[in-house]
């Protein structure tokens, strides 16, 4: 049993990814499964997107089942969406055949092996584009599932989860997501400004949650009232209260915002105030 689907193998050849007459077993053993995971790591922290690209595909040369890897060529090679989908879906499979049985062994502490927290990272990440592409029953999915095989979230799914279950209207599962986790960062403070206003309103409730939110990234602001507009590509790591972090709310939240009726003119008052 190679993990994959044909059609999923046919994809990986395609890519290069995979040689013709690879050895699939050689590849799925442990010690070249953690080999190829170490040198994805690497490329993480690689000093531009040729470098991690470099390395990722090296990391692959070691062992296809190597889901960081082909979810970091989802972020640096894939042209649109749906290619980066169709990576992704690639990662999740690459991950789902590294665990095998270990799956649902495991299941409730994934996060705690590094191959785990790959597979949990594929997953989020698919989640998070299949969110963006429409697919939000099947987003939701993952994103829940996720949670199920490691409530502690090493990953930080709940983030994306939270920002996507405001997207959709659905304010109480969101709250109650982020009333798990005792989240002090900035884009968990933006998400629950968001909800408190959109429960009562501007007031003493939604004020001190948004200054809160201020308090934790004043950076962020411009991104959700128009007045920046994000990079093309998002920062692959931030700092807390940077500005690289105010892209990534930007981003993911600037919808919700101006959906929301009376969101960001209440939200430039309270930014008006706390720079008076």
């Known amino acids: 049993m190679s993990g994959f689907a044909p059609d999923e193998l046919d994809a990986l ?3 290069g990814l995979l040689a013709e007459g690879a050895d699939l077993a050689a590849m799925a053993a442990e010690e070249r499964i953690a080999a190829a995971e170490a040198k994805a ?20 040369g070691e062992s296809v ?8 060529l989802s972020l640096f090679v894939a042209r649109d969406l749906p290619e980066r989908v169709r ?21 409730g502490s994934l996060g705690q092996s590094p191959r785990g927290l790959a ?52 304010n109480a599962e969101a709250a109650e997501l982020l009333k798990r986790f005792e989240d002090a960062d900035a884009r968990a403070a933006y998400v629950k400004a968001l909800l408190a206003f959109r ?14 939110a201020l308090s934790a990234n004043g950076f962020v602001p411009a991104y959700l009232v128009g007045d920046r507009k994000p990079p093309k590509t998002a920062p692959l790591t931030v ?8 892209v990534v709310i ?13 969101a960001v003119a209440w939200l430039k008052e309270r930014r008006r105030r706390a720079t008076m």
């Open 239 to 246: 700092e807390p209260g940077s500005r690289e972090e105010a």
């Open 87 to 107: 990576l992704l879906k690639l990662a999740y499979a690459a991950g789902a055949a590294a665990m095998g049985g270990r799956l649902e062994s495991e299941a």
């Open 199 to 212: 429960a009562k309103g501007a007031g003493a409730e939604a004020d001190a949650a948004l200054d809160a």
């Open 13 to 15: 050849r395609r890519y």
């Open 41 to 60: 790591a690497e490329a993480w922290e690689a000093s531009g997107p040729r470098k991690a690209v470099e390395l990722a595909q090296a990391a692959l």
């Open 65 to 72: 089942y190597c889901a960081t890897a082909l979810t970091l």
């Open 119 to 170: 597979y949990l990272e594929a997953r989020q990440h698919l989640a998070s584009a299949l969110s963006v592409s429409g697919e939000r029953a099947a987003a939701f999915g993952h994103w829940r599932e996720v949670l199920r095989l490691d409530p502690a979230d090493p990953s930080r799914a709940r983030l994306d989860f939270a920002d996507a279950l405001v997207d959709a209207g659905e």
């Open 250 to 262: 930007g981003v993911n939240a600037a919808k919700a915002w101006s959906e929301t009726q009376g």
